[in-house]
Nanobody, 122 residues
Framework: QVQLVESGGDLVQAGGSLRLSCVAS????????VAWFRQVSGQERDFVAI????????DYANSVKDRFAISRDNAKNTVYLQMNSLKPEDTAVYYC???????????????WGQGTQVTVSS
């Protein structure tokens, strides 16, 4: 099992950058595939990015490709989401999730953080 805590969400102007962190307060995050999802109130939760467990391979939603970068530091039990060139449409609650399977479907993940709000003003 792993317990996830996100941080780093903030209000930022369009074109700015933020780095989200996902720390495992319990358990070993390096044992899991980790992904980020985001959700706008009243809408479905959308896949953002994923990083695999062993080789650190990454994949991104088309909407964030070339702007966002997911990385992991297993020594710090942390996964990051670096977000650059932010747009108002990136505004959402961002969730860090972990699980044993590589998937773009949120229901495949057993462990969730509480979410962190990212707001991008125009």
């Amino acid at each position: 099992q792993v317990q996830l805590v996100e941080s780093g969400g903030d209000l930022v102007q369009a074109g700015g950058s933020l780095r989200l962190s996902c720390v495992a307060s319990e358990g070993t995050l390096g044992n899991y595939i980790v992904a980020w999802f985001r959700q706008v109130s009243g809408q479905e939760r959308d896949f953002v990015a994923i990083i695999t467990r062993s080789d650190g391979r990454t994949d991104y939603a088309n909407s964030v490709k070339d702007r966002f970068a997911i990385s992991r530091d297993n020594a710090k039990n942390t996964v990051y989401l670096q977000m650059n060139s932010l747009k108002p449409e990136d505004t959402a609650v961002y969730y860090c999730v972990a699980g044993p399977y590589e998937s773009r479907q949120d229901q495949r993940y057993a462990y969730w953080g509480q979410g962190t709000q990212v707001t991008v003003s125009s």
